[in-house]
């Protein structure tokens, strides 16, 4: 199982700008793809930017593109997330998510990993 550590959030002035770090450890290998989701007080936890292992293919959610990027360093074991221009609709506590795929003579089965979440608040 891969072990996930977030770490960069903070509080933060609307219009300005952190980078989310998620350092993976343990069984990384098999991983498929990691993004980042965040979840506001009183909603569900939604999709922010994935990147896939393979290709580095990424996905963004369309309330944030053109203002988050996602990134990784493979080398590292870590992916990013680089957030500017940031707005109080941002606020939320931010997990980094890793995917696993096996493939089963049934089909393809999926398993996501978790990290502990780190806090974005934006106050003037």
């Known amino acids: 199982q891969a072990e996930l550590v977030e770490s960069g959030g903070g509080l933060v002035q609307p219009g300005g700008s952190l980078r989310l770090s998620c350092a993976a450890s343990g069984s990384t290998f098999t991983i498929n793809a990691m993004g980042w989701y965040r979840q506001a007080p009183g909603k569900q936890r939604e999709l922010v930017a994935q990147i896939t292992s393979g290709t580095g293919t990424t996905t963004d959610a369309d309330s944030v593109k053109g203002r988050f990027t996602i990134s990784r360093d493979n080398a590292k074991n870590t992916v990013y997330l680089q957030m500017n221009n940031l707005k109080p609709e941002d606020a939320a506590v931010y997990y980094c998510?890793?995917?696993?795929?096996?493939?089963?003579?049934?089909?393809?089965?999926?398993?996501?990993?978790w990290g502990q979440g780190t806090q974005v608040t934006i106050s003037s």
């Open positions: 998510n890793a995917i696993k795929i096996r493939i089963y003579d049934s089909g393809p089965e999926q398993y996501d990993y």
